[in-house]
């Protein structure tokens, strides 16, 4: 179990990075997750994680096709904002579990 | 008179028609299916198709050799559900009107989806094997071919039979082995998984057996076309894989119906809930089978295993009780290795494939996550249960339950 330090809270990550608690993302600590992937946030970017936030929230299963249909970003622009496996580092930026493409 | 209409006489549909026939008195219930196709299809024999095992007439039977008596049976493309008014429009616009709805109408496969996919190669190098004409046109190409890169590639996720891939892969290996010419077919396995399987600890026995057959997977591999003039698949991080035989798991989608209902997601899978099987719109429309997005495998093992709960949940919705009976997303699947051999994963929503052994009284124990001769019986003799027992709605000796008996538990 491994954890990070934002603006004096601690912050719980689970072995593969994602937080353990999606309930203590905010701004910053999606500022301090994108570091380790080297992508620096913008708009765009916190459009696309609220976006997967709010489909999280309803309980929908997230695919790379359902962002690309979202009207914020199409597919090879999702792509270009988190490059190499998008899916699986919007969500964990987002702070969201990670995407169990189901069998 | 009350009416229970099935929309969708695969697996799933007619299932259900023959246990609500059983269980519903024929002076209160009037039981119709309806479906546009008059053959049933035995799905899971379309993979030994291209390898010359099955041919067309050892999967196909008429659909109403299953449908029990008092059950009324109409043939017709449905065109939309009107969930507020309890209507059904079919497309030659006749309306049928019900009182409890199950939705079984399945998957299709959608190559449309994919750009460049149904083009000029479609059929001549580029194939898929989860309708009958790809399997048999595959099986012809098979025949003469002489060896290249053979490319297994998914284009989306969730699909159909989640084994049947890398059940492909195996096969070929042992059939191109068998005409002498293995040498001179490589063989990759394209996936937007970041491995062979989706679960951590199938994936890692079934990358070995992968592996030791000398088969290449490319994981994360999310195919944004296929180009037809230089024999590649193209991703949208622009990685590119050559082919020179292409066979494709095309996207998966419910059916147009569910879009005209507004009853989908973007796939158009109905949202449905995972345990009680009640669609999350209507209360008195249920979801069995592909079409629905509970989060397990598309596969006949869990239309199977869920129709008994149900059943049961149905039974207690008409009387006015609480539905108490809960499906765990139970999912068996046979994996065809090749050489006479085959493997078995047993799971559920919450535990992944473990290995062990499955006891089934009788036939039984079957090694699961192993690669043994009586799996591979088990796939074989699976036919004959399939259209004697598990269409009719019959008991099987196996609890619709996951159950722990036999598994090895692991860190």
């Known amino acids: ?103 | 008179m009350k009416r229970f209409l099935i929309l969708g006489a695969g697996t799933a549909g007619t299932m259900m028609a023959n246990k609500l026939r059983k269980s519903l008195s024929v002076d209160e219930w009037e039981i119709t299916i309806v479906d546009q196709h008059k053959t049933h299809y035995y799905q899971p024999g379309f993979l030994f198709i291209p390898f010359g095992i099955y041919n067309k007439q050892d999967v196909i039977k008429p659909k109403t050799d299953f449908f029990p008596p008092g059950v009324n049976v109409v043939f017709s493309e449905i065109d939309r559900i009107d969930g507020e008014n309890n209507q059904v429009f079919l497309n030659d616009s006749k309306v049928l009107s019900y009182d409890m709805l199950i939705i079984a109408t399945g998957v299709r496969t959608v190559p449309e989806e994919t750009p460049g996919l149904k083009d000029k190669l479609w059929y001549k190098n580029i194939f898929d094997f989860y309708t009958v004409e790809g399997a048999i046109a595959l099986q012809k190409f098979f025949k003469s071919w002489e060896g290249g890169k053979l490319v297994m590639a998914i284009a989306e996720m969730p699909f159909k039979c989640p084994v049947a891939p890398i059940e492909f892969v195996c096969l070929a290996d042992w059939y191109f082995t068998q005409a002498g010419i293995r040498d001179k077919v490589d063989i990759s396995f394209v996936t937007p998984l970041p491995g062979a399987f989706t679960k951590p600890i199938a994936t890692k026995m079934l990358s070995t057996l992968l592996e030791e057959k000398n088969i290449k997977v490319i994981p994360e591999f999310y195919i944004q076309n296929v180009d037809n003039e230089t024999k590649e698949l193209v991703s949208y991080d622009n990685q590119k894989v050559p082919f020179d035989a292409l066979t494709i798991v095309p996207v998966n989608m419910g059916a147009d119906m569910i879009e005209n209902s507004g009853l989908g997601d973007d796939l158009n899978f109905v949202p449905t809930d995972k345990e009680t099987l009640q669609s999350k719109q209507f209360e008195n429309i249920f979801v069995l089978g592909d079409a629905s997005n509970i989060p397990t495998s598309k596969a006949g093992s869990v239309a199977h295993f869920s129709a008994e709960i149900l059943l049961e949940n149905l039974m207690s919705y008409i009387e006015g009780r609480p539905m108490m009976a809960k499906f765990d997303g139970h999912a068996n699947c046979y994996i065809e290795t090749g050489f006479g051999k085959g493997a078995l994963i047993d799971f559920n929503y919450d535990t992944e494939p473990l290995p062990g052994t499955f006891p089934l009284p009788g036939i039984g124990p079957f090694g699961l996550l192993k690669n043994t001769k009586i799996n591979h019986y088990g796939k074989i003799m699976f036919r004959w249960i399939y259209w004697h027992i598990l269409l009719k709605g019959k008991e099987m000796p196996i609890e619709p339950h996951m159950t722990m008996a036999g598994k090895v538990k692991m860190k």
Not at chain 1, 25 to 41: H, R
Not at chain 1, 52 to 71: F, Q
Not at chain 1, 84 to 97: F, T, V, W, Y
């Open chain 1, 1 to 103: 179990m491994e954890k990070i330090e934002v603006k004096g809270i601690s912050i719980e990550l689970n072995e593969e990075g994602f937080l353990t608690d999606s309930a203590q993302w905010n701004n910053d600590v999606a500022l301090e997750l994108a570091k380790v992937e080297d992508i620096e946030l913008t708009e765009k970017h916190f459009d696309v994680l609220n976006f997967l936030r709010d489909k999280h929230s309803a309980g929908e299963t997230l695919t790379i096709r359902k962002v690309g249909k979202s009207g914020i970003v199409d597919i090879k622009g999702l792509y270009d904002l988190f490059p190499g496996g998008p899916l699986k580092k919007s969500s964990r930026i987002a702070g969201i579990p990670k995407p169990t493409s189901c069998v």
